[in-house]
Each structure stands twice: as structure tokens, then as C-alpha cells.
């Protein structure tokens, strides 16, 4: 066979738009009928935010900005990212590897990684509807403001997803089986969460404690949010903490990760 017909044979295998629109498709639909995995990542940092406005919009720092913006809205944006990305996406992608669907589709021409990317798109659109919806909240009902450095707030929240994602690709990675990967990906949630401020602050913290946090992508992202929405310079170690978590996460989820 010549090396040209091996590339019209390549191309007319080769999945292409449609096949990522249909298997994206496929990936919303099994996301959209987990109720729990759904509504939980929306619902919870909603309740958060409404419980916590009326006492934090009441504490006002300088250029009028309150409590609710500089910590409450940081906290609730990575809450958003941190359940979706630790905790739902990889008992998906456990899932398929336990059903041997990933197995499967290593023998066909859609790539089991095609299964990955459609899975983070998906993921990512989840965590971009519920951090819209927050925000829609915050400014419309609860009377918050928007950043006062909007295009770093973005970066900020971008890095985090990036982070706090690859943090979830290491327990999809590792957990053999849908209900092991809820139960790691939970209680490495929770303790994230807890270190970066979770639970009261990160100031009500042990001051070691905190300083550990800040190095976790749970809590450099809140921290990096909460000083862009005030206008600051987001701090160096911050986004180092994030970008560290990125290729830490990255490189043990690629060395660590099976399809069967």
C-alpha cells in the first residue's frame, strides 16, 4: 500500500467533528441523569452563598467592596470547580474503565482518550453553568460586586480548573472501582477544602495549618480569586501552588492511569 492511500485510509478512520459533537452529546446526557452529581455541584455553593450574604455583604472593606465579594464568591467559584472536577469527573471515567468501555474503544479508531476529553468538556461546562449561576445570583439578588480586575479573575479561574482537575484525573486514575473513586475524590475534597478555608476561613486556622493551604490548589485558588476581586496583585505563590498542582497532577495521572 503507498504511503498516500495509508493517509486516505488514515483521514477516512480518523473520528472527526461528528464524532466528538455526538460523543460530547453522549457525555452531557449521562452527566445530566446523575442527579446527585448534578444538582449538588449547582445546588451547595448556591446554599452557601445565600446563607452566608447577609452577614458578609454587611462587612464593607475599601472601594466599597464586601466580605461577600472577597471571600465568600472566591470560596464558592473554587467550590464550584473543586466538586465537579475531584469528585464527579473521575467516578465517570472510573466507571467506564470498570464497565471495560475504555478497553473497547482502544480497539476501535475513537481513542479512549477521546472519552477523557469529552468527559472534561462536559465537566467543564457543568462548572461554567454553576459558576454562572452563583454569580448571576450574587449580583442580581444579593446586591455583590463583579471584580475589580476581571480578566485576572478569569486567568485565576482557569488555573484553578486546570489544577483542580488534574488533582481529580490522579483519583480517576487510582480508584478501581465508581464508588471508591466518590469516596477518595469526597474525602480528598473535603480535605482541600478544609485546609483552603472551607469550613470558617482560612484565618480561623492554625497558622502553620493555613500556610500549608495556601499551597493546596483548593486554597491558592481562593486566595488568588479573592485578590484579584479586590484588585490586588495576585501573589506569586499562589499561582505557583496552582501551576505545580497542574504538572504534579498531570504527570501522576498519566504515568498512574489504566483503561482496563
Known amino acids: 500500500m503507498s504511503e498516500a492511500a495509508a493517509t486516505r485510509m488514515d483521514r477516512v478512520h480518523r473520528p472527526g467533528p461528528r464524532s466528538w459533537a455526538v460523543l460530547v452529546a453522549c457525555e452531557a446526557k449521562m452527566v445530566a441523569r446523575d442527579t446527585a452529581g448534578l444538582i449538588v455541584p449547582l445546588g451547595l455553593p448556591l446554599l452557601i452563598l445565600v446563607m452566608s450574604a447577609g452577614s458578609a455583604g454587611e462587612v464593607v472593606f475599601e472601594n466599597g467592596l464586601t466580605a461577600l465579594d472577597l471571600f465568600v464568591l472566591p470560596l464558592v467559584v473554587v467550590l464550584v470547580i473543586a466538586s465537579i472536577g475531584i469528585i464527579n469527573m ?7 474503565r470498570r464497565t471495560g468501555i475504555l478497553r473497547r474503544l482502544s480497539v476501535t479508531p475513537a481513542s ?34 463583579p471584580p475589580v480586575r476581571p ?78 476581586w479586590a484588585g490586588a496583585a495576585v501573589e506569586l505563590q499562589h499561582l505557583a501552588a496552582l501551576g505545580l498542582a497542574v504538572i504534579a497532577g498531570g504527570v501522576i495521572a498519566a504515568v498512574a492511569f489504566r483503561w482496563d
Open 112 to 145: 479512549p482518550a477521546m472519552v477523557l476529553v469529552a468527559q472534561a468538556v462536559v465537566s467543564v461546562a457543568q462548572a461554567v453553568l454553576g459558576m454562572a449561576l452563583a454569580f448571576g445570583v450574587a449580583l442580581l439578588a444579593l446586591g455583590a460586586n
Open 151 to 228: 480578566l485576572a479573575a478569569l486567568g485565576v479561574v482557569a488555573l484553578s480548573m486546570a489544577a483542580l482537575y488534574a488533582v481529580g484525573m490522579i483519583v480517576a486514575a487510582l480508584a478501581p472501582t465508581p464508588n471508591s473513586a466518590v469516596a477518595i475524590g469526597l474525602v480528598l475534597f473535603l480535605a482541600l477544602g478544609a485546609l483552603g478555608g472551607l469550613f470558617g476561613g482560612s484565618h480561623t486556622l492554625p497558622e502553620g495549618v493555613a500556610a500549608v493551604g495556601e499551597w493546596l490548589p483548593f486554597g491558592a485558588g481562593v486566595q488568588a480569586l479573592s485578590a484579584a
Open 90 to 96: 473521575p467516578s465517570f471515567l472510573a466507571y467506564y
